[in-house]
T-cell receptor
Framework: EAQVTQNPRYLITVTGKKLTVTCSQN?????MSWYRQDPGLGLRQIYY???????DKGDVPEGYKVSRKEKRNFPLILESPSPNQTSLYFC??????????????FGSGTRLTVV | KQEVTQIPAALSVPEGENLVLNCSFT??????LQWFRQDPGKGLTSLLL?????REQTSGRLNASLDKSSGRSTLYIAASQPGDSATYLC????????????FGAGTRLFVKA
């Protein structure tokens, strides 16, 4: 089944403890992206990747890192999580750059709580 | 900078009613516009994608239209059912390659049985 898989689905952690949220897609998609969703603020883009080893900042990149060493994987790294990073996180992928009209496939989300 | 607005923020209708959800965008130079459905606490499910050269797309009881000149898209849901209750979001890729995507805040729909 074609899908975007995020892990974990739920995570509670403490301030300052490094964590990684994994994202993997099995559709050979070039483009991948991370979003966070917060009440009243909607979905905001954190980072995106156009292909292997090519990444760029979205609208809210502060406090996050990403890497794209393989086409299928796009992990989101929080080096020193803070409570303001408590949010619902989504990974998405697309066959090619969004301008080419292939649309997005989203993962099921990761609910992160930082205490 | 592109802004995407969805009105209304919430909508409650009786089962069987036809309804229209609205999505407005400020920059008409778009590649495409995509409509999603999101159930509470869940991920986004793609419903329809309209390319900039298209006027509408249909899937089952759903019909999405696009009017670039006026900066508007509508999602028409025919014969609504309680299972249609969810939040509906529209999204517009922007910038070179469309790598950055702007989402509307969504319309929360509740269909009463």
């Amino acid at each position: 089944e074609a899908q975007v898989t995020q892990n974990p689905r739920y995570l509670i952690t403490v301030t300052g403890k490094k964590l990684t949220v994994t994202c993997s897609q099995n559709m050979n998609h070039e483009y991948m992206s991370w979003y966070r969703q917060d009440p009243g603020l909607g979905l905001r883009q954190i980072y995106y990747s156009m292909n292997v080893e090519v990444t760029d900042k979205g609208d809210v990149p502060e406090g996050y890192k990403v890497s794209r060493k393989e086409k299928r994987n796009f992990p989101l790294i929080l080096e020193s999580p803070s409570p303001n990073q408590t949010s619902l996180y989504f990974c998405a992928s697309s066959l090619s750059p969004p301008e080419r009209n292939y649309g997005y496939t989203f993962g099921s989300g990761t609910r992160l709580t930082v205490v | 900078k592109q802004e995407v607005t969805q009105i209304p923020a919430a909508l409650s209708v009786p089962e069987g009613e036809n309804l229209v959800l609205n999505c407005s965008f400020t920059d008409s130079a778009i590649y495409n516009l995509q409509w999603f459905r999101q159930d509470p606490g869940k991920g986004l499910t793609s419903l329809l994608l309209i390319q900039s050269s298209q006027r509408e797309q249909t899937s089952g009881r759903l019909n999405a239209s696009l009017d670039k000149s006026s900066g508007r898209s509508t999602l028409y849901i025919a014969a609504s059912q309680p299972g249609d209750s969810a939040t509906y979001l529209c999204a517009v890729p922007q910038g070179t390659g469309g790598f950055k995507t702007i989402f509307g805040a969504g319309t929360r729909l509740f269909v009463k049985a």
